[in-house]
């Protein structure tokens, strides 16, 4: 095998660009890297760097061979382009998601060889298919400033969207590589039948040998391989089975694969995992069943991890899905308007217990649905599907991100319904039977939102059946409360937005920037009037915050206070409910978004905040009319005992018990502990609560029946010590009047143990602080409400 990564030359078309290119990676980054384009994250420096995208780029590089027959291998080709060796072209492509193999021989000879890849304009090329089309098909210009992309298999977000700079990046993502000509081991179908005390693992392998012999728990098998396939079965007794994060281990198993001399070796965990979803007097039920069990869904989407992919590092990756477990989540959703992932990014996911719904590429467009396009689209899903089926963690395969909503979104397709929606139901269907035809019996679900099968209903505002994407909220500017007047079956979608950290912001803005209204801070905002909203919903929540350090701190602030409203009522009502995933877990540039992670990892106060209201165990405070219901959630493998207290607490730190209870709270259903009297508190109060279960640490939780700008909040005379620790440092904090959504800043990256705590008059609150790397003592920063609201920090 000959690896051809590294560094090859990049030229434009104009001839006025030449420069190395590292490959696998991005051409927008080889030019920053040259120095020959600013930095585009910085400022507004975008604007002036989309002409990139307006040009033809060439990569060619040399290399030497022994001149034997061989594969030309191209992983993540972006997009339409053509490879040439020696002069010779070898491949045409124009789909950035799937696998390339070609032979070369008679091409590819002894001693020195060239290679060259030819990149053509994404929007050029968008432009020309978008005009041979038979009818117009739309694309949401509000999300993507750069026209057609959805004319090609390319991320859509690459065009530009809500949350994402405009570029269109080209280059290559994964492997590029030229392999001997010979037997080989391809993709491995595995289909698990679990029963009680087994589990027969059906093996369907694509390769080129003769004969494949299978290895699992020491179970072995052999096949022959007829027409390029070889079906395997395997029985393994008494499994050790893999679970999701916090139900169990995830319990990896090593899968060899042998034919003559070449080998492949997988890891796979063994699970029962369905999707359930059946009608009922409600409308349809949604939900997971793992090994026999209901699993609550806890979680968050996933995001490309960078706008430019050739930033994008294995570690980097680890360290986002590592703060999504961490924050008590056990699944994401990898959102259809990205990328399919790399292998290694699905390892992880198995390894960390993180359950993945899959969406397939398409997401808030119209597509085309002629021959050539489907035909390109059944051969994306049939490469992706036998790349990754055998995943522990691939929980669900959707067709689309709201493609059926986006039919009612374009006046074309208003004024054409009928066309537009044969189009969408061939091009779904598609998808559908190309997954079935190499994954048979996969967990399939058309499109999300979505009721259900060859349901075309408002999964915006039906809360009855399937799965609903809930905006009212952030786009109609609801109050938080809204989200207690739907009862979702499961929540796919639902976000409020709120600034990057400081630490973030500086990296982008000058000091003379540091306004709301500056055009480099709504240059970072790519959501129409989203500045407005978070300005406006702070109006109405909390006392205006006194300088922009303050409302990058209240912006974060009421984006946790949304999402936790959402989550606490969903889960609230398990079993009806059974799924939460907020928009969104992480950003692929600095910029104003709904992540509860900073572009680069660092933890926003939604994410400390999302630790505490996804934990497995939790009480949660619920208003209804005239009353507060205290109801406590399960989502463990087994019963659990609770002590849960109630206490008023008035602005000055007096505290007022309210009562004290004792519950064994099963894991099949939300339980209400306690109903409190709306006129139990005071107008001064809040309510604090606190549960615990044996041999564990009290956690608690304080509810304020209105806004909180209503409390008079005094100074909290507020004082801390910072000491040194093993790892890290710690601040421990005290205080004379309760000091609400305490949260503490470091000056240089690392990690807090928690954040956004309320501390109250004789408990103390200790939060340690890692540092990314080694180096000086850091500055710590003490924020809260007072502080933020009145000005006495």
Avoid at 14 to 40: F, H, N, T
Avoid at 146 to 174: E, H, S, T, Y
Avoid at 290 to 310: E, K, S, T
Avoid at 400 to 408: Q, R
Wanted: hydrophobic fraction near 45%; glycine fraction near 8%.
């Amino acid at each position: 095998m000959l690896d051809l990564a590294g560094i090859w030359t990049l030229s434009d078309e104009s001839g006025a660009y030449r420069l190395p290119c590292a490959l696998p990676g991005d051409g927008i980054s080889a030019l920053q890297a040259a120095g020959l384009i600013p930095e585009p994250y910085r400022g507004r420096n975008e604007y002036g760097l989309r002409w990139i995208a307006a040009r033809d780029w060439t990569a060619q590089r040399t290399f030497q061979h022994d001149g034997g027959d061989a594969d030309l291998v191209v992983e993540g080709l972006d997009t339409v382009a053509e490879v040439r060796l020696n002069g010779a072209l070898v491949l045409e492509a124009a789909n950035a998601f799937r696998r390339w193999r070609v032979p070369v021989a008679g091409h590819v000879r002894a001693g020195r060889n060239e290679i060259e890849i030819a990149f053509r304009s994404s929007l050029r090329e968008g432009a020309a298919r978008q005009k041979a089309q038979p009818f117009f098909v739309p694309w949401h210009d509000g999300n993507s400033p750069l026209a057609n992309g959805n004319m090609l298999r390319k991320p859509q977000c690459d065009f530009g969207w809500d949350w994402n700079i405009a570029l269109a990046p080209f280059g290559v993502w994964g492997a590029i590589r030229l392999e001997p000509a010979g037997p080989r081991i391809d993709d491995v179908v595995v289909v698990q039948t679990h029963s009680e005390d087994r589990v027969e693992v059906t093996l369907t392998v694509h390769a080129t040998g003769e004969e494949i012999t299978a290895n699992l728990c020491d179970v072995t098998a052999k096949a022959r391989v007829e027409n390029g396939v070889a079906r395997l079965s395997l029985t393994i007794r008494e499994p050790l089975l893999w679970w999701p994060a916090g139900l169990g281990p995830q319990v990896l198993h090593d899968l060899t694969l042998t034919s003559g001399a070449i080998s492949k070796t997988l890891r796979i965990g063994l699970r029962a995992l369905d999707l359930i979803s059946e009608p009922d007097p409600a409308g349809r039920s949604f939900g997971f069943r793992v090994n026999g069990q209901m699993c609550f869904a806890r979680g968050a989407n996933w995001i490309p991890a960078d706008a430019l992919h050739g930033r994008i590092t294995p570690e980097a990756v680890r360290d986002l899905l590592q703060s999504a477990v961490l924050a008590n989540m056990n699944m994401i959703r990898v959102w259809g308007g990205g990328r399919y992932e790399p292998d290694w990014f699905y390892e992880i996911c198995d390894e960390l217990g993180l359950m993945v719904w899959q969406d397939f590429m398409f997401a808030c467009n119209l597509y085309p649905s002629t021959p050539d396009f489907l035909a390109e689209v059944a051969a994306e899903v049939r490469d992706v599907v036998g790349r990754i089926n055998h995943h522990a963690c691939l929980a669900l395969w959707c067709g689309d991100n709201e493609l059926i909503g986006a039919l009612t979104w374009f006046e074309a397709s208003r004024k054409d319904r009928d066309r537009y929606l044969v189009s969408y139901d061939r091009l779904n269907r598609t998808v559908e039977t190309a997954l079935q035809a190499v994954l048979p019996g996969a967990n399939w679900w058309p499109s999300s939102p979505s009721p259900g099968p060859l349901a075309f209903g408002d999964a915006w505002h039906d809360d009855s059946a399937g799965d609903m994407h809930f905006w009212s909220v952030w786009h109609e500017g609801r109050d938080f409360d809204h989200y207690r007047d739907v009862k979702p079956r499961f929540c796919s979608e639902f976000g409020f937005q709120s600034y990057p950290s400081m630490n973030v912001i500086r990296g982008f803005a000058e000091p003379e920037d540091l306004n709301i209204a500056s055009p480099v801070m709504e240059s970072h905002q790519k959501n129409a009037g989203g500045n407005a909203r978070i300005a406006e919903t702070m109006f109405r929540l909390f006392r205006f915050p006194v300088d922009f350090q303050s409302f990058v701190y209240l912006s974060q602030i009421q984006q946790g206070l949304a999402i936790k409203t959402a989550v606490t009522q969903w889960r609230s009502l398990k079993p009806h409910c059974m799924g939460t995933l907020f928009w969104q877990l992480n950003d692929t540039w600095p910029v104003c978004s709904w992540s509860s992670l900073d572009h680069g990892g660092g933890w926003k106060l939604l994410h400390h905040m999302a630790k505490a209201f996804f934990a497995p165990v939790v009480v949660t405070a619920i208003p209804r009319q005239g009353e507060i219901a205290l109801l406590a959630v399960n989502d463990t493998g087994a019963q659990v005992a609770l002590q849960i207290a109630a206490t008023a607490v008035s602005m000055a730190g007096v505290m007022r018990p309210l009562g004290r209870w004792q519950s064994d709270v099963g894991n099949d259903r939300a339980v209400e502990i306690a109903v409190l009297a709306a006129d139990a508190l005071a107008a001064d109060e809040v309510l604090a609560f606190t549960w615990q279960q044996p041999d564990a640490p009290p956690q608690g939780d304080v509810f304020a029946p209105r806004p909180w700008k209503t409390y008079d909040l005094p100074d909290p005379a507020l004082s801390h010590r910072i000491d040194r620790t093993g790892s890290g440092w710690s601040i421990t904090a005290t205080t004379e009047a309760p000091a609400f959504f305490l949260a503490v800043e470091a000056d240089q990256p690392g990690r807090f143990s928690r954040n956004a705590v309320a501390l109250f008059p004789g408990y103390p609150a200790r939060i340690d602080f890692t540092p990314a790397a080694d180096g000086p003592a850091p500055g710590f920063a003490l924020r809260h409400l007072h502080a933020a609201t009145y000005g006495a920090f």
